[in-house]
């Protein structure tokens, strides 16, 4: 075997242990160091002879690190870590502000050419896989229409967005497929819907002691980009409830494409559908920037820099097998 990929884990949260997890299945890599902005006395890995490091030391890691998986949330911790590291690392993130991709992906652009590195950008499974699953179903029927259902599920970018409302102590949030519209696709009506009319969102949110519950429900319900645009509704419960009651981080979802062939009066309809039944989301996206991160090595190591998305990268690149392997076994 090829020397193996040495990857980096800044971030050390839910996502961060499920790369570091995912890295145990995957023989072609090993994990060097975690960052984090916690002491690092504080984290115990269970990975044998990984480093626990400060955030702030990060640099010193230049010429040891291949690729750096970025781990923190989309609403404040990549926006800013992202394109500074970008500049000392290859890096691959799962930033899944859909509105803002275009201009975080700009700035990753010119921060990995600038490091001579490549960047791959909001991989995960939404944005990600389902990303790819939307363009191929588009591509073979560009007569019809697609639609994305998210959950039952806990959403991570969401919930982190909640608990970054000022007196909130913690939170979790559900998104929630609302079962009349997901049967009206399936049934082939091609509905106009809102994506408030696809989903509920449910947050369960614990506060701080005196904090305005009024203010924080109202902050919630009026976010842009997360919450704004659905009918949310909000719980208040104890830490003792959320922890016994929501910890755990199931989701999933489907993407479908209801389309038409065949010409005049001989139409047929045909559905397509690609879905997501995950007991651990983070694990499950941890693995999938895992699988990306061996791409992004193999893009850089081939000369390319700037920012990607998975509409850049070939799937062969994501594999251990090479190309004749690929061809033997799976094609």
């Known amino acids: 075997m090829e020397q193996r990929i040495k990857i980096g884990i800044a971030g050390y949260g839910n996502l961060g242990k499920g790369v570091e997890a995912a890295i145990g299945y995957n023989p072609d890599m090993e994990l060097v160091a975690v960052f984090s902005r916690r002491d690092p006395e504080s984290i115990a890995l269970p990975t ?6 400060h955030i702030s030391e990060v640099e010193k890691y230049r010429d040891k690190i291949d690729v750096m998986i970025l781990c923190g949330g989309s609403a404040t911790d990549l926006p800013v870590q992202g394109p ?8 691959v993130d799962s930033f899944d502000t859909h509105a803002k991709i275009p201009e975080y992906f700009t700035e990753m652009d010119g921060s990995s050419k600038r490091g001579s590195k ?4 909001s991989v995960g499974w939404d944005p990600g896989l389902f990303s790819v699953n939307r363009l191929m179903m588009e591509a073979i029927l560009p007569g019809g229409s697609t639609y994305t259902f998210w959950g039952k599920g806990v959403s991570q970018g969401h919930s982190d967005a909640v608990r970054r409302v000022p007196g909130v102590k913690d939170a979790v949030q559900y998104t929630i497929p609302i079962e009349k519209a997901l049967n009206r696709v399936r049934g082939g009506e ?10 509920l969102r449910h947050c369960y949110v614990v506060i701080e002691e005196g904090a305005d519950k009024e203010e924080i429900e109202r902050k919630i319900k009026t976010m842009p980009n997360y919450f704004a645009d659905y009918d949310t509704e909000v719980t208040f419960i104890s830490q003792e409830d959320l922890r016994f009651n929501h910890s755990g981080m199931p989701h999933g979802g489907r993407v479908i494409r209801s389309g038409v062939t065949g010409q005049d009066t001989d139409r047929h309809n045909q559905t397509v559908e690609f879905s997501l039944d995950l007991k651990s989301n983070p694990e499950f996206t941890g693995s999938v920037l895992t699988a990306y991160a061996r791409a992004a090595y193999r893009l850089n190591k081939d000369g390319q820099t700037g920012a990607r998305t998975v509409f850049d990268v070939p799937p062969g690149l994501l594999s251990m097998k090479s190309a004749a392997e690929l061809r033997k076994t799976l094609l």
Not at 118 to 121: G, N, T
């Open 48 to 53: 044998p002879g990984v480093e626990s490091v």
């Open 84 to 91: 500074l590291l970008a500049r000392i690392f290859n890096t």
């Open 118 to 121: 490549i960047s791959l950008i």
């Open 190 to 199: 091609n509905p106009d819907l809102s994506p408030g009319e696809r989903h």
